[in-house]
């Protein structure tokens, strides 16, 4: 079985410059994560979806990050413009959410997207 | 508010020898608690999860951890570490009804030949 599939791998920009992440889950899995993970830190969330619904985006600059999870299966997280803060890991997970139930949600994560801003 | 701790950001062992890496969490309720690790330049993989029930808990590549309620702890433990193991441990408490994992700094292992 596949696991989770992150594109690109590596992304290097200017600042100012947008960008987009995307991701593709475990196949039947509802719920889908992206979390941030800076350097020498844990992964920290930035946006979870259950299905097409965005259930929690508190952690999610708003002002330039957006993100969108259309049909309810892939995902694509954009930042615009980038800041040179804003270099890091983007990690994507999914988990069977609400259909598994709490004991059923085991997050597992892809390879993640390493951006860095010059 | 939750919180996880790892106090070792570093540790180095030889091959072949025991290995144990410390986690504290604080949570108000019974916490849902994982181990990932995260190889360079590869994304966290599970290595183990404790819901409730026995307290200790069987992983992959050898691993185990122990839930200790009492001291707010899910330290991992390997008896004998391989070259392989070098990598960066994750431990996290995940929050029911939420879906909310919050992670720790991370450990990470050096493997001595």
């Known amino acids: 079985e596949a696991g989770v599939v992150q594109s690109p791998r590596y992304k290097i920009i200017e600042k100012k410059q947008p960008v987009a992440f995307w991701c593709n889950p475990i196949?039947?899995?509802?719920?889908l994560y992206w979390y941030r993970q800076n350097l020498g830190q844990g992964p920290e969330l930035l946006i979870r979806?259950?299905?097409?619904?965005?259930?929690?985006d508190s952690q999610l600059p708003k002002d330039r990050f957006s993100a969108e999870r259309l049909k309810g299966v892939d995902s694509t997280l954009k930042i615009q413009p980038a800041e040179l803060g804003d270099s890091a890991v983007y990690l994507c997970?999914?988990?069977?959410?609400?259909?598994?139930?709490?004991?059923?949600?085991?997050?597992?994560f892809g390879p993640g997207t390493r951006l860095t801003v010059l | 508010a939750q919180s996880v701790t790892q106090p070792d950001i570093h540790i180095t062992v030889s091959e072949g020898a025991s290995l144990e890496l410390r986690c504290n969490y604080s949570y108000g309720a019974t916490p849902y608690l994982f181990w990932y690790v995260q190889s360079p330049g590869q994304g966290l993989q599970l290595l183990l999860k404790?819901?409730?029930?026995?307290?200790l808990v069987q992983g992959i590549k050898g691993f185990e951890a122990e839930f200790k309620r009492s001291q707010s702890s899910f330290n991992l433990r390997k008896p004998s570490v391989h070259w392989s193991d070098a990598a960066e441990y994750f431990c996290a408490v995940g929050h029911l009804g939420t879906y909310k994992y919050i992670f720790g700094t991370g450990t990470r292992l050096k493997v001595l030949a």
């Open positions: 196949s039947g899995h509802n719920t």
């Open positions: 979806y259950e299905n097409e619904e965005a259930v929690d």
């Open positions: 997970a999914s988990s069977l959410g609400l259909a598994g139930g709490p004991r059923e949600d085991t997050q597992y």
């Open positions: 404790y819901f409730s029930g026995d307290t």
